[in-house]
């Protein structure tokens, strides 16, 4: 069955930087895209950033140039390196396979603030 762990997150000052991890089982890992999703309070969840299983990546216009995604097919990983972080940035960050899995994992809270 599937998992998805993510660990990484925390309280992070406007301007800071944060590394995301993602541990995922459950299926062929290499075989699939991944992707990273977030959800702020009240919002929808919306995606992030996306990368392909030879590791060609997308990004939200609103974390191009700020955000990377990367992923070690060797570990069954996905990472997400948040740089240059913005208050509206704060959410819970959740990653996944694409085609999504109907399990998702606890996310790893991210608060930027001074």
């Known amino acids: 069955q599937v998992q998805l762990v993510e660990s990484g997150g925390g309280l992070v000052q406007p301007g800071g930087s944060l590394r995301l991890s993602c541990a995922a089982s459950?299926?062929?890992?290499?075989?699939?895209?991944m992707r990273w999703y977030r959800q702020a309070p009240g919002k929808q969840r919306e995606l992030v950033a996306h990368?392909?299983?030879?590791?060609?990546?997308n990004y939200a216009d609103s974390v191009k140039g700020r955000f990377t995604i990367s992923r070690d097919n060797a570990k069954n990983m996905v990472y997400l390196q948040m740089n240059s972080l913005k208050p509206e940035d704060t959410a819970a960050y959740y990653c996944n396979f694409f085609p999504n899995s109907l399990t998702w994992g606890q996310g790893t809270q991210v608060t930027v603030s001074s």
């Open positions: 990368i392909t299983t030879v590791g060609t990546t």
């Open positions: 459950g299926r062929q890992f290499s075989i699939y895209a």
